[in-house]
Nanobody, 122 residues
């Protein structure tokens, strides 16, 4: 079974930190672009961090660079998103996705996880 499963979402106080996990089964992240995306109520989905496992390249939007960090554990076939100094505006459902795009971010991902909810209270 080819699948991505996110976990780690929680209710957290503003200023706190969370680490989200995206575990792959049925395949490995090798030679993939992997991205974390979020969608808040009434907002469009946006990429928050990307990583290409072959090139080792990463990408972050300017607004999040320095607060969010993407990393991976090859042995666990898992990609992580470390989120620090969380703000209420970070409240969203966070999903991971992957494809074979050569760049850092998935361009047209056809594999998505189910999402994990992050709620940041003020």
């Amino acid at each position: 079974e080819v699948q991505l499963v996110e976990s780690g979402g929680d209710l957290v106080q503003a200023g706190g930190s969370l680490r989200l996990s995206c575990a792959a089964s049925g395949f490995t992240f090798d030679d993939h672009a992997v991205g974390w995306f979020r969608q808040a109520p009434g907002k469009e989905r946006e990429a928050v961090a990307c990583f290409n496992t072959r090139e080792g390249s990463t990408w972050y939007p300017d607004s999040l660079r320095g607060r969010f960090t993407i990393s991976s554990d090859k042995a666990k076939n898992t990609v992580y998103l470390e989120m620090n100094a969380l703000k209420p505006e970070d409240t969203a459902v966070y999903s991971c996705a992957a494809d074979h795009s050569p760049g850092s971010c998935p361009y047209r991902p056809d594999l998505w996880g189910q999402g994990t909810r992050v709620t940041v209270s003020s």
